[in-house]
């Protein structure tokens, strides 16, 4: 195939019509004129065999070095049977949701911002462990990613439910310790105006967790006493 003649950027500030870049095949800089008589330019490779036009940036946000440099790695990508578009805007859409989970008030960082305020209250005065302490264990051991990471306003009682409903049956005091902190963590950070106001989904008493967790419990408390005349000598 026969290419264009490698454009230069003196070129690329003055043009004023579609025209093909050179250096990559199918590498063309786009011009469309706008209605106030202005000019946007966008660096577009065509896909033929995608039978498609790849938009690789607009101009001059990127500059022709970086559009040669793009369109070179996607047409390798193109001729080894990858959508790059597509790769890149799976790429964007991942970095997105890490990032909003980065910034997300999340369920973590409201327990310890609650733990927080009332250890600096002088609210606890546990001997042996910490709130801090005791909730790194729940984190650790009982409670699974996806209520952790949880944005707080996106909790509801089923979250909680499909979190701990295993732990509900077969343990008694850990989930009930949980949900009870959880509760006062949610109504300390609406009073606070942290979160807006919403139902606390970690009710259980006349709220919707106490209908979806299971009625089955595990047996707790103490072994029976033995009668003194059983007792071993």
């Not at 089923?158 to 963590?185: H, N, Y």
């Not at 606070?192 to 047996?219: T, V, Y």
Request: charged letters at 30%.
């Amino acid at each position: 195939m026969r290419l264009s003649k490698t454009m230069t950027e003196r070129q690329l500030k003055s043009l004023s019509k579609t025209t093909a870049c050179g250096v990559v095949p199918g590498l063309t800089v786009k011009v469309v004129k706008l209605k106030d008589g202005t000019v946007s330019k966008y660096f577009i490779l065509r896909a033929t065999n995608l039978n498609k036009v790849l938009t690789l940036g607009q101009y001059p946000e990127m500059s022709l070095s970086q559009a040669f440099a793009k369109a070179k790695l996607w047409k390798e990508k193109l001729n080894a049977g990858i959508d790059p578009a597509l790769e890149e805007k799976d790429l964007k859409s991942r970095l997105a949701k890490k990032q909003k989970l980065e910034n997300a008030f999340t369920y973590e960082k409201l327990i310890y911002q609650w733990i927080e305020f009332n250890d600096k209250r002088g609210r606890w005065k546990n001997k042996h462990k910490t709130k801090t302490q005791i909730w790194e264990g729940f984190f650790r051991n009982h409670i699974p990613e996806e209520l952790r990471l949880c944005p707080v306003t996106d909790l509801t009682p089923e979250i909680f439910c499909e979190a701990l409903s295993e732990k509900w049956k077969t343990m008694v005091d850990t989930p009930e310790r949980i949900l009870g902190d959880s509760r006062q963590a949610i109504d300390w950070a609406i009073r606070s105006e942290i979160i807006p106001p919403m139902l606390n989904p970690a009710l259980i008493k006349n709220g919707k967790l106490g209908d979806l967790l299971p009625l089955e419990r595990g047996s707790g408390g103490h072994e029976p006493a033995l009668l003194p005349k059983r007792m071993p000598f």
